[in-house]
């Protein structure tokens, strides 16, 4: 019989990887104040970084992040066969199953997440501009800023259905509502 992890053990080892490769909750949490700030004049980075959390508790997320994040980690140490390892290494232009997999991630939150992915992918703003520009210590990151703008994307979309849901049903029902987006 296979081993099948734990989804605490999964969801620890997808946040523990994006430690290992950079990114932090808040530096997600950032992005997505960018983008729902605009419409809520009342959000905080708190409110963010609780999104960020919450969207990474998704199992579609965890193991985009753990297959997107090995393959960036095999191309550094040249252990993907070529072509394959001279297409991730380089991010070639047309290459695109970075994105595939990362908008595979981001349609638990609806067209407003999509939306905001593509977007994200366009401006690489915070951390995902970081993660883009080619480093000279020989990180390759050709999944990770997709995935981080899937994570960002997906919590800009949560928050932008909790703030609507807000505004129709109130605190208290929102309460009673718990667990819904």
Do not use: W
Request: proline share 2%; glycine share 8%.
């Amino acid at each position: 019989m296979k081993h099948v992890p734990h989804s605490r053990d999964v969801r620890e080892a997808a946040r523990a990887r994006l430690i290992e490769r950079g990114v932090s909750i808040e530096s997600i949490a950032e992005i997505v104040y960018q983008m729902q700030a605009p419409y809520s004049p009342h959000l905080s980075l708190k409110d963010c970084a609780e999104s960020v959390e919450a969207v990474l508790d998704k199992r579609e997320l965890q193991h985009a992040i753990l297959v997107g994040s090995e393959l960036d980690i095999l191309a550094e140490r040249g252990q993907l066969s070529e072509p394959l390892l001279s297409i991730v290494a380089s991010d070639e232009g047309l290459f695109g199953v970075d994105e595939t997999i990362a908008i595979g991630a981001v349609n638990t939150y609806g067209s407003i997440a999509v939306t905001t992915f593509g977007y994200l992918d366009k401006a690489k703003i915070g951390i995902i501009k970081q993660l883009d520009t080619k480093m000279e210590d020989g990180q390759v990151h050709t999944f990770m800023d997709d995935l981080v703008g899937a994570i960002a994307a997906n919590a800009s979309g949560r928050l932008a259905h909790r703030l609507r849901d807000m505004t129709d049903f109130g605190e208290d029902e929102m309460r009673e509502r718990k667990g819904l987006y």
